[in-house]
Nanobody
Framework: VQLQASGGGLVQAGGSLRLSCAAS????????MGWFRQAPGKEREFVAR????????YYADSVRGRFTISRDNAKNTVYLQMNSLKPEDTAVYYC?????????????????WGQGTQVTVSS
């Protein structure tokens, strides 16, 4: 199984980025997908999750209203549209996959992790 995250970069505060995570080696449509992030010196934290069946979404309070998670099961890809970016959004962003939607929020026993993509927001 591989989760290939991409789309990170350097952006000014207030700008936007779109992250992608392409999955292979798993039945993508059967997995809940999520995004986590880890800033320097901090623990990894949950960002957003989308369920596998009804595509219900769930967000961390810190990003709700600014970030949107979506998925394209035909392309085995999950996206994270990030708008109104703030310097505190600077982190390495990781995608995660697990058949259990709850696990993708907990982040402690996720089945698969991507390799991470760096997002840097300048003030």
């Amino acid at each position: 199984v591989q989760l290939q995250a991409s789309g990170g970069g350097l952006v000014q505060a207030g700008g936007s980025l779109r992250l992608s995570c392409a999955a292979s080696g798993l039945t993508f449509s059967s997995y809940a997908m999520g995004w986590f992030r880890q800033a320097p010196g901090k623990e990894r934290e949950f960002v957003a999750r989308i369920s596998w069946n009804d595509r219900r979404t769930y967000y961390a309070d810190s990003v709700r209203g600014r970030f949107t998670i979506s998925r394209d099961n035909a392309k085995n890809t999950v996206y994270l549209q990030m708008n109104s970016l703030k310097p505190e959004d600077t982190a390495v962003y990781y995608c995660a996959a697990d058949p259990r939607a709850s696990a993708v929020v907990r982040g402690t026993d996720v089945a698969y992790w991507g390799q991470g993509t760096q997002v840097t927001v300048s003030s």
